[in-house]
């Protein structure tokens, strides 16, 4: 394994959710100078990067995503000397600091869209503009070009009299797509990255960047959607490639979110000999709770379905030398603590909120790759749980709302649908106390802080043996400290009959690194054993782990009998031998 990997398999990244982290002056909304005061508390997790969500200014019509200048930080998030500040506070305590490039898509009030607009041809061959389907000539809009439909709902397309065009958003209208098949743009681009390299940061996320490039020929997309004709483009890997090296960040930290992707291209997005990205977001595993593929349709976590996808993915990519993003949650996702199954006992050691937040943390930080913490993760923080459609912020979620209601379904079975799927989930104010601003904030926050707040918050658990958040730190104390968790190969194992809703795999060192540990009397070999079912079950264990100890897990012992390991409800197991 090449040192490149070896860093990343060391590595732990934070999530922060920059609206929603910390907010210093009072006025509602998280900032730089909120994130810079809670560093220590980031070195006492002890994680080494922190990738911000966008603080760039904007118009906010999507939290940052539809970015109007691309080198200025917005001033409701703070300025430039609180970012420098931030950064060299950070490096002080061994952190770095990731930032998220929103480069698929700007804002409709980027100087370029608003050049476009005025009629300039250079800033017009920036964005994506076609004639409509059946237009009879200019002024006549027809219909929209395609049958692709946006990710928050409603046509890609929008007629815009001034272009005289239809031009492409994938996400929100505010939000128009940039045409990567322009070097002006490719070039444009890798000078923002190095504007923000050249300012100290350590590494960056690549926003919807598997959606850069776009197909030859735009025709109708079929059930599948138009997300998936235009993912891993025809030029995706150049382009990419190209930003890297003109931005210099080759070797630099770096993770694309890759949307509708496929593992062949994810393999090569990372495999280091193709010097595009470290490592990459997939979401398919996220997945496993959409009815028929839909999000906005709700149905129980299929856990065979979730094995599947982390056996295929993390052996595939292991074999074509790619390297993986572990992750559970983020700020488009709701918190899977309630998602997979930890909704009694909220607030109460030993329910099974608390074992299924150990028991998915030992999950993800136990497989091969970078585990990411998205902000109150490692203090298990749940579904916000609002009351009214009102209480939500997100485009999406009231577009959603919307369409479920238009379609059939009564105000209160779409607030529920609303309620578990909501981006807002994730999205809701980090509880640092028990306080009605949940220590977020002095003021009104600009989403509502969940009642939870009360039971689930940093003060509750830090210093308290047995918290989520204690178990947390020593997550990621493994991994800095065993090679085996960093470094170690990656097999699935089938749990059997008696354990349908258990993912069980092995880590093991091979050659000189296995030979090292043993004779640290370090860890050679892992078995990890997570169960999802809120149930009793049990699974038959390989011979070689019938007398091993536990390295970590979330009971405090381990029931093996005979070549039996019984798992109890949301059990994770971590066994080790030589
Ligand atoms: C993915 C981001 O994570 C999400 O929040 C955003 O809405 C879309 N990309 C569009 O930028």
């Known amino acids: 394994m090449g040192a490149h990997e070896r860093d990343l398999g ?92 929103v480069l698929c898509h700007t804002s409709s009030e980027h100087v370029w869209f608003q050049r476009a607009l005025a009629g300039d041809e250079r800033y017009r061959s920036y964005y994506i503009l076609r004639d409509g389907r059946g237009s009879t000539g200019p002024g006549d809009p027809g219909e929209p070009p395609t049958n692709w439909q946006s990710a928050f709902g409603g046509s890609m397309w929008e007629w815009e009299p001034r272009l005289g065009k239809w031009y492409l958003h994938m996400h929100d209208v505010t939000q128009p797509d940039l045409n990567w098949d322009n070097p002006e743009v490719r070039a444009e681009l890798a000078q923002v990255v190095r504007f923000w390299r050249d300012r100290g940061v350590a590494g960056f996320r690549f926003d919807v960047v598997s959606l850069i490039s776009k197909p030859e020929v735009f025709e109708d997309a079929g059930p599948e959607g138009g997300r998936s004709l235009i993912a891993d483009g025809p030029h995706v890997h150049e382009y990419l490639q190209e930003l890297v090296r003109e931005a210099g960040i080759d070797g630099m930290l770096t993770v694309g979110e890759m949307a509708a992707t496929t593992l062949e291209n994810c393999v090569r997005y990372t495999n280091p000999a193709s010097h595009e990205l470290g490592m990459v977001f997939s979401f398919h595993h996220l997945k496993v709770d959409y009815l028929n593929g839909k999000k906005w349709a709700l149905q129980d976590p299929d856990i065979a379905r979730l094995r599947e996808l982390f056996a295929t993915w993390q052996e595939r990519m292991q074999e074509g030398h790619g390297w993986s993003a572990l992750f559970w949650n983020n700020h488009d996702q709701p918190r899977a603590v309630t998602r997979f199954g930890g909704r009694e006992g909220v607030g109460e050691a030993g329910g099974s909120w608390e074992l299924a937040a150990k028991m998915l943390g030992v999950c993800a930080h136990l497989m091969q790759g970078t585990p990411y913490i998205f902000q109150g993760e490692e203090i298990g923080m749940v579904n916000a749980g609002y009351a009214s459609i009102d209480d939500y912020r997100d485009v999406e979620s009231h577009n959603a709302y919307r369409a479920l209601v238009e379609a059939g379904s009564t105000p209160a079975e779409a607030l529920h649908v609303v309620g578990e799927r909501s981006r807002d989930n994730g999205r809701t104010p980090m509880q640092w106390t028990d306080a009605p601003g949940a220590g977020f904030t002095a003021g009104e926050p600009w989403l509502a802080i969940p009642a939870s707040s009360v039971l689930v918050n940093v003060a509750a658990e830090k210093g308290r043996p047995g918290s989520i958040l204690e178990f947390y730190r020593e997550l990621v104390r493994l991994r800095h400290e065993l090679g085996v968790i960093a470094d170690g190969r990656v097999r699935f194992i089938d749990p059997g009959v008696g354990a349908p809703r258990a993912i069980m795999f092995e880590r093991w060192l091979e050659s000189e690194a296995a030979r090292e540990a043993a004779e640290a009397g370090a860890p050679v070999r892992l078995l990890t054993v997570c169960s999802f079912d809120e149930g009793a079950s049990s699974v038959d264990l390989p011979d070689a782990w019938c007398s091993a100890e536990q390295l970590i897990g979330n009971y405090g012992d381990v029931r093996q009998c005979g070549g039996t390991l019984a798992l109890r409800p949301f059990e994770a197991q971590v066994l080790w031998t030589r």
């Open 10 to 101: 060391k590595t732990v990244v934070y999530q922060i959710y920059i609206k929603s982290f910390c907010d210093s002056d009072g006025d509602g909304t998280g900032d730089l100078r909120g994130i810079t005061s809670k560093l220590d508390y980031l070195a006492y997790l002890g994680v080494d990067y922190v990738w911000i969500t966008p603080f760039f200014p904007s118009p906010q019509r999507d939290n940052g995503y539809d970015i109007s200048d691309y080198c200025a930080v917005d001033p409701v998030f703070g300025t430039m000397d609180d970012f420098d500040e931030l950064v060299a506070e950070a490096r002080r305590r061994g952190i770095g600091i990731m930032l998220d490039m």
